[in-house]
């Protein structure tokens, strides 16, 4: 590719930096699949009629404590963490909060509860020991924008929680296993969702910061997989992903941003990483040539991103941020260094333009 000359970017180039995912399809593969966190949610257990019942009988008194509440047969636990891959329907659902069931002065917590997808359906500590509480046979998964609700249901009581609970409760009809205990729904909303690695980001610069270059005849050039049929455009790579609401997480793109003054410095700008919890687009900064200048720094952080405007659509998983662009401290220094001899030619805050984004989780 031949190098583009800084005067001929000039016709090229808008006053917006534009990041715009394109080319998504709705359905991830198997190869891109990833474990997302859980950041918020339910669990709802109603209670089976006879077990409650069988509780009633036995004047066996079970409370909901430490965040957890009950309202008849319903005991709804907030969900505080676990994983879940929702293209898979697989992962586990913790829940914050104690079941206590109380029989006189005899007493059984059930702590730590979390809900197993694939196996195992509902675990927790009861008493000092991680047990399986109950199974089921009917489980299924459903995508909730970008969560996942998760039912089982006819929860049935295992052996060993049976036999727990008549050791230490004594009641007089004893628990069974296979006893019907109620059904489960769990709602899970992701802290993080994994951003697929389709598409391509897009990125047009601002007219002054370009005029700036061409005066010091810096070129701007794409680095292969960057491409520049027009606008930079630079493909989005695997393990980037955002908050539902865009507050955090890392947007990861592919392929370099080469600036060029000839018999002076080049500085190549790889793999920018936009982390919209710390407001920050780094690179991997490379400037050459060596030992006239330092090589390569690692990465740091080459912009800065003001505040934004974010929109997040969970019918289609999207999620869009628009916002200014401006030069970091350290990436002013280098260009002063690179290209104006060492002169304050560049500074930090200045506007390099406008950045947005769609991009699309799993």
């Keep these: 590719m031949t190098p583009t000359t800084g005067a001929s970017l000039r016709p090229l180039l808008s006053t917006t930096i534009s990041l715009v995912l394109i080319g998504f399809t709705h359905v991830a593969s198997a190869s891109a699949s990833t474990y997302d966190p859980i950041g918020a949610g339910r669990t709802t257990i109603v209670l089976d009629k006879r077990f409650d019942s069988f509780l009633h009988r036995d004047q066996i008194k079970l409370s909901a404590k430490a965040g957890a509440e009950r309202k008849g047969r319903k005991i709804v636990l907030p969900v505080n963490g676990g994983n879940v891959d929702p293209t898979l329907g697989a992962g586990e659902i913790a829940n914050q909060g104690t079941l206590l069931l109380q029989s006189g002065h005899r007493k059984v917590p059930l702590r730590s509860i979390r809900a197993r997808i694939?196996?195992?359906?509902?675990?927790?500590?009861?008493?000092?020991?991680?047990?399986?509480?109950?199974?089921?046979?009917?489980?299924s998964t459903?995508?909730?924008?970008f969560g996942t609700n998760y039912v089982a249901k006819k929860l049935k009581l295992t052996a060993k929680v049976a036999t727990r609970l008549n050791k230490k409760l004594r009641p007089k009809a004893p628990f069974k296993a296979g006893q019907p205990i109620g059904n489960l729904v769990s709602v899970a909303q992701p802290a993080l969702a994994t951003i697929l690695d389709q598409g391509r980001a897009?990125?047009?610069?601002?007219?002054?910061?370009?005029?700036?270059?061409?005066?010091?005849?810096?070129?701007?050039n794409p680095i292969f997989p960057a491409e520049h049929p027009g606008a930079f455009t630079f493909p989005v790579i695997l393990n980037g992903a955002l908050a539902p609401d865009g507050s955090s997480g890392t947007l990861r793109t592919g392929g370099s941003l080469e600036f060029l003054q000839l018999g002076a410095g080049q500085v190549f700008q790889s793999e920018l990483w936009l982390d919209m919890g710390a407001h920050s687009d780094s690179a991997e900064v490379d400037v050459e040539p060596t030992p006239a200048f330092p090589g390569k720094l690692g990465r740091v952080g080459a912009y800065e991103l003001g505040v934004a405007q974010i929109f997040s659509d969970p019918s289609t998983r999207t999620i869009s941020?628009?916002?200014?662009?401006?030069?970091?401290?350290?990436?002013?220094?280098?260009?002063?260094?690179?290209?104006?001899?060492?002169?304050?030619?560049?500074?930090?805050?200045?506007?390099?333009?406008?950045?947005?984004?769609?991009?699309?989780?799993?």
């Design 118 to 139: 694939k196996r195992d359906t509902l675990i927790a500590k009861v008493g000092g020991s991680q047990l399986k509480v109950a199974s089921s046979a009917k489980r």
């Design 321 to 362: 941020v628009s916002g200014p662009l401006t030069l970091t401290d350290s990436t002013a220094q280098t260009f002063d260094e690179a290209f104006a001899e060492g002169k304050a030619a560049f500074s930090a805050g200045e506007p390099l333009g406008t950045l947005s984004f769609a991009a699309l989780a799993q």
């Design 202 to 220: 897009e990125v047009s610069l601002d007219p002054v910061f370009t005029a700036k270059m061409d005066s010091l005849f810096v070129s701007i």
């Design 142 to 145: 459903m995508r909730a924008g």
